[in-house]
């Protein structure tokens, strides 16, 4: 065993001991294990522990954040671990259903969100402008359009969706929007096929009747993720009987003739079905005691969206709003983050540590928008007693929205953007007014109450010296961009681990070209075997972290092309790393490359620069010790 013997036996004791681990692998900063049950991992005990980050559940992996040394302790964690007793059913396992479920829902409907909200505001500004220009606008032709920009996306939701699910189950995503315009074919919409077949018996394949839903398939969400289920576990076995010299045609031709049908047979009525069932048992939840309803969505949406279970409800909004019937189901996401708004806007005002209060702007900006990841990951959880205030403004809020009937009859976009989706079909403003007045008491609420009842501040004094080096620092080290691109704040990344800090400070490009090259003099400390990410340690002793895309360690170095090796010294500018932009980013990746001082902790400050854009080699970071911080401004 390693120098990391003590700190891997108490990880591996605290997520449920050996035989509560199916698996471990480890990405750049993390262990990745999957458990046999999460519940038996201490949790708490392990984001206290000395040499741990952090711990994220997500996706059905237990991720126990270490830093740029977790090859070490995967090593003696692997040797604690020994030879694991893993069944066939362990490996394929991801998780429970619900979990599974949620991970489906949340990889179907994410790429769409944006179109959907950009629908729901086309539809909001049609109704403002039916509102003030009355019966006369109604009837014009810019009334219609505008209605067929609102509509069109919703009319045709199951071809979007045929896309994203049939790429989420690994199929060809364009035979599943072949499969979807079937069941949208406007015959079939508008139910003119239904009554030209209705005096002969009705709609019938080969003499076996079905039944289209009295509105078609259009709007209509889970009969083609269903269907698009089936069809892709059916063209991977077409593909392995076709032969090659056909196979292009002849396996989307055999996919499409076997799923249609069977989706209008057996699948689509039957999900259809399922899917009413689920919707109405949340509408009688809520018909059941709407105030009530409301206090506990609203208090635990915050906790929904930390492990992505909010995608259990968002569905059956979207559902709602597609079938043109209002729903409430969503009016608590609107409250919570304006309710979050303003807790981190109290933290900002209220934290005497510099650091803090650097994380709280961007966090309470993106606030507004109903971007609250950084507030929660980076800022109200992490010091406890804002998060719960905010949970409990926006459980009381919510349930005060509930009583006063507000509903969305729109898909809106986020935050300030939201009211719109308030507003009636035919113009009425009241219920978007209301909301207004109950997002603006939240974030005054949640902003008054956190600042009176406070939080444990923890104020940085002096960083500690450095430990690992025994030379002089020099007054401030300038870091090279190892990359050009497009500069952003750390905050930003689409990562909770990176955006808030808990890494270390830094920042992120979004790259414009794909090569990576040293920033400093130094040596290569650790490089990943999937070549997505590499560690440096400078001369003057500065630890940096590049980490190339997110979460794209799971293309197992695909796309990407090492020029170093661990251990080798470099000189600044060296090229370092290839990857493929487009590549990385059509198999579904951010290329977002977040670049971090891991030893933050040994500066008093790190210094970004101010530039939008920036090119390789150019000033990126300002590593600033404690005794020269005045000498120094923002590098440029």
């Known amino acids: 065993m390693g120098k990391y013997e003590a700190l891997a036996k108490d990880i591996v004791a605290n997520v449920g001991g050996k035989e509560n681990v199916i698996s471990v692998i480890n990405c750049i900063t993390r262990l990745r294990f999957k458990l046999r049950d999460e519940k038996k991992a201490n949790t708490d005990v392990l984001k206290k522990m000395d040499g741990v980050v952090t711990v994220m559940q997500s996706g059905g992996q237990y991720q126990v954040v270490i830093g740029n040394h977790v090859p070490e302790v995967r090593a003696d964690v692997d040797a604690v671990l020994g030879v694991l007793d893993t069944s066939p059913a362990d490996s394929a396992q991801k998780g429970n259903l619900f979990d599974q479920f949620v991970e489906l829902i949340s990889g179907i409907f994410q790429p769409i969100l944006a179109p959907l909200a950009a629908a729901g505001m086309i539809k909001g500004v049609n109704a403002i402008l039916s509102f003030a220009l009355g019966q006369s606008f109604q009837s014009s032709a810019t009334y219609a359009v505008f209605n067929a920009m609102g509509d069109g996306l919703f009319l045709f939701l199951p071809i979007f969706i045929g896309y ?6 690994n199929g060809s995503p364009f035979v599943g929007m072949m499969i979807a315009a079937a069941l949208v074919y ?25 039944s289209v839903p009295t509105a078609g398939y259009g709007s209509s969400v889970m009969p083609i993720i269903a269907i698009t289920a089936f069809a892709a576990f059916l063209e991977h076995q077409l593909k392995k009987i076709i032969p090659d010299v056909v196979k292009l045609f002849l396996t989307p031709f055999f996919t499409a003739i076997i799923s249609i049908p069977l989706g209008f047979l057996v699948i689509g009525p039957v999900m259809n079905l399922a899917s009413d069932a689920l919707g ?77 209060r650097e994380l709280a702007i961007p966090a309470f900006i993106s606030g507004w928008f109903g971007v609250t990841e950084p507030a929660i990951y980076g800022i109200t959880l992490p010091k406890k007693r804002p998060f719960w205030i905010s949970c409990i403004v926006s459980g009381i809020l919510s349930a005060v929205a509930m009583a006063l009937g507000i509903k969305a009859y729109t898909m809106g976009a986020l935050g300030i953007f939201s009211f719109t989706s308030n507003i009636t079909l035919t113009g009425e403003v009241s219920g978007a007014i209301k909301m207004m007045i109950v997002s603006a008491v939240a974030v005054i609420a949640g902003f008054v109450v956190t600042y009176l009842v406070g939080f444990e501040d923890d104020v940085i004094d002096n960083p500690s010296p450095d430990k690992k080096f025994n030379k002089q620092k020099t007054n401030k080290e300038t870091i090279g961009s190892p990359l050009e691109g497009k500069v952003i704040p750390l905050s930003q990344v689409k990562d909770a681990a990176f955006s808030a800090g808990v890494m270390g400070k830094g920042a992120a490009i979004e790259p414009t070209l794909g090569e990576v090259h040293a920033p400093f003099d130094g040596m290569i400390m650790i490089l990943f075997p999937t070549k997505h990410a590499v560690g440096l340690i400078s001369s003057e002793g500065t630890e940096l972290l590049i980490h190339i895309g997110i979460d794209t360690v799971q293309l197992e170095g695909k796309y990407f092309e090492s020029f170093v090796k661990q251990g080798q010294s470099v000189k600044k500018g060296d090229l370092l790393l290839k990857f493929d932009i487009e590549r990385i980013q059509n198999a579904g990746y951010s290329t977002q490359v977040p670049i971090i001082v891991t030893n933050t902790q040994d500066y008093m400050d790190i210094l970004v620069t101010n530039q939008s854009t920036i090119h390789q080699n150019e000033v990126l970071l300002t590593a600033v010790n404690a005794q020269t911080t005045e000498l120094v401004a923002n590098p440029v």
């Open 280 to 356: 109405k048992g949340l509408l009688a939840l809520q018909g059941f005691n709407p105030i009530i309803f409301g206090l506990v969505l609203g208090f635990a949406w915050q906790v929904l969206v930390m492990f992505g279970l909010h995608w259990a409800i968002v569905p059956f909004a979207i559902i709602a709003l597609a079938k043109g019937e209002p729903t409430a189901l969503l009016i608590a996401a609107s409250v919570a983050s304006f309710a979050q708004t303003g807790a981190v806007g109290a933290v900002m005002l209220k934290t005497k540590d510099k650091r803090l």
């Open 186 to 210: 406007p015959g079939f919409v508008d139910g003119t096929v239904a009554k030209i077949f209705a005096e002969s018996g009705g709609l019938s394949l080969f003499g076996i009747p079905f």
């Open 164 to 169: 994203t699910s049939m790429k989420k189950f």
